[in-house]
């Protein structure tokens, strides 16, 4: 599915589509398949489950569970605002479990309580706070109750080393909404999101965070 709108303030990808399997290891620090598989854990996935990915990039994450899931009545509907990064996943042909849509996260087009498991890795520090909150309140309404959203990305830094790690990235990138995570409103916007179960499970290199917020 490609949205009829896709405009949004949201930082796109579609630039770097060509190169983004190349690139990733390198700005992860080697680290993106371990939160690939982490996250697959976390979400303890069963071939029954209907999993939501946001930000999906060119769909490395549903690759990976492809290869440990052998969906039956489930599924992974990955989702991201770049329609050269999802015509990427598309031509990987993963088969009729991954569905690719180049649709808004900010905007989803799905029913409410369409899945029961969702996750975003590296995607919240793409957008502004506004469209963090207003994304994560669109996860909410498409998950059932009960279900878990596992999110990885930058947060506010804990040591030296995570601090300067964050300020080459928005020196590089010229990024602002970098700067917001740094300050620690990743955090804040599940405060002001639907989600009201929230919990840390994980950090790295003192700037990476993982969490669950669960909808009950
Ligand atoms: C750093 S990439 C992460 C890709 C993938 N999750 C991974 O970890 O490799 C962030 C992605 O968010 C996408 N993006 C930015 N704004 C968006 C929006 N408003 N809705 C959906 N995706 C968006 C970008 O196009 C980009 O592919």
Known sequence: MIAEDLKTRGRTLDHVAG????IIPIVSLGRSNYYFRRTIKELNIT???????????TGHFSELILKVINFKSGSITA?????????????????ESAI??????????????????????????HVDYDLKVKSLNEIYRVLKNDSDLIIIDIDKPTNFFGKFCILCGEYLFRQPEIKENRLGFLPKSFKESKFSEVEILDSWFGYVSMYKLRKN
């Open 47 to 57: 071939p029954e489950d209907k999993v939501l990915d946001i930000g999906c990039g």
């Open 100 to 125: 690719f849509d180049a649709v808004l996260a900010e905007n989803l087009p799905y029913d409410d309580n369409s899945f029961n498991k969702a996750s975003s890795l590296f995607f919240f520090h």
């Open 79 to 95: 989702i991201d605002a770049a329609i050269k990064m999802i015509e990427k996943a598309q031509s990987k042909n993963l088969g």
């Open 19 to 22: 190169l983004y399997d190349l």
